[in-house]
T-cell receptor, first 113, second 110 residues
Framework: DAGITQSPRYKITETGRQVTLMCHQT?????MFWYRQDLGHGLRLIYY???????DKGEVPDGYVVSRSKTENFPLTLESATRSQTSVYFC????????????FGQGTRLTVV | GENVEQHPSTLSVQEGDSAVIKCTYS??????FPWYKQELGKRPQLIID?????GEKKDQRIAVTLNKTAKHFSLHITETQPEDSAVYFC?????????FGTGTRLLVSP
C-alpha cells in the first residue's frame, strides 16, 4: 500500500483560500481518480485521468481543478475553498485498464472554516 | 454516465447469519464490478470483484453474483463474524470511470 500516498493527511483551511491535495503512486498505473467521501453519499468521483495529460470530469467536479503532467502524480486543487468542500478526499489508481483493482491512498481530511 | 445504486444503507445481523447487499447499475457497457470494504478510519480495500463474462464468483465466505440482463449484482457474506462489521461499497466501470454506490454499513452483533 505504500505505492500510493496522499499528502497532507489533515488540512484546515479558510474559506476562499486555494489548497492543493497531492497524490503520488509508484506503480506507473495509467488510471488515477479523485473521490470525496461524505456521510450518506459514499464515494463520489470528482475527476479522473486515463494517462498523463488526459483528465476528465466525474460526478462532482465544480470548484476543483486537476492536472497530470507526470504519470505518477495527480494533484487536486480547490481554487477557492468553500465549507461545502469539507470532506475526506481519496485518491486511487489502477492499471492499464479500468477493469482491474483500484488501490486507494490513505485519504486527506480537509476542513474548511 | 454510469449510476450505481446500493441497498440497503444499513444492515444489522447476528453473528453466523448471512448478509446480502444489492446494487444496480445503469450503463450496459460496464464490464467490471468490484466490491470494497472500508473499516472505520481506513481506506477502502478490494474484497472481491467480478467481470461481465462471469455470473458468479466465490472466495471463502464471500460471493458475488451478476445479472447483466437486469443490470444488478449482489454481495453475499455467509457465516458473518464481528470483524465483518464495516462499510461495503459496490462499484461499476465501463469506459474509464469507476463509479461507486453509496455504501452499506454492516453491523454484525456477537
Amino acid at each position: 500500500d505504500a505505492g500510493i500516498t496522499q499528502s497532507p493527511r489533515y488540512k484546515i483551511t479558510e474559506t476562499g483560500r486555494q489548497v492543493t491535495l497531492m497524490c503520488h503512486q509508484t506503480w506507473s498505473h495509467s488510471y488515477m481518480f479523485w473521490y470525496r467521501q461524505d456521510l450518506g453519499h459514499g464515494l463520489r468521483l470528482i475527476y479522473y485521468s486515463a494517462a498523463a495529460d488526459i483528465t476528465d470530469k466525474g460526478e462532482v467536479p465544480d470548484g476543483y481543478v486537476v492536472s497530470r503532467s507526470k504519470t505518477e502524480n495527480f494533484p487536486l486543487t480547490l481554487e477557492s475553498a468553500t465549507r461545502s468542500q469539507t470532506s475526506v478526499y481519496f485518491c486511487a489508481s489502477s492499471g492499464t485498464e479500468t477493469n482491474t483493482e483500484a488501490f486507494f491512498g490513505q485519504g486527506t481530511r480537509l476542513t474548511v472554516v | 454516465g454510469e449510476n450505481v445504486e446500493q441497498h440497503p444503507s444499513t444492515l444489522s445481523v447476528q453473528e453466523g447469519d448471512s448478509a446480502v447487499i444489492k446494487c444496480t447499475y445503469s450503463d450496459s457497457a460496464s464490464n467490471y464490478f468490484p466490491w470494497y470494504k472500508q473499516e472505520l478510519g481506513k481506506r477502502p480495500q478490494l474484497i472481491i470483484d467480478i467481470r461481465s463474462n462471469v455470473g458468479e464468483k466465490k472466495d471463502q465466505r464471500i460471493a458475488v453474483t451478476l445479472n447483466k440482463t437486469a443490470k444488478h449484482f449482489s454481495l453475499h457474506i455467509t457465516e458473518t463474524q464481528p470483524e465483518d462489521s464495516a462499510v461495503y461499497f459496490c462499484a461499476a466501470t465501463g469506459f474509464q470511470k469507476l463509479v461507486f454506490g453509496t455504501g452499506t454499513r454492516l453491523l454484525v452483533s456477537p
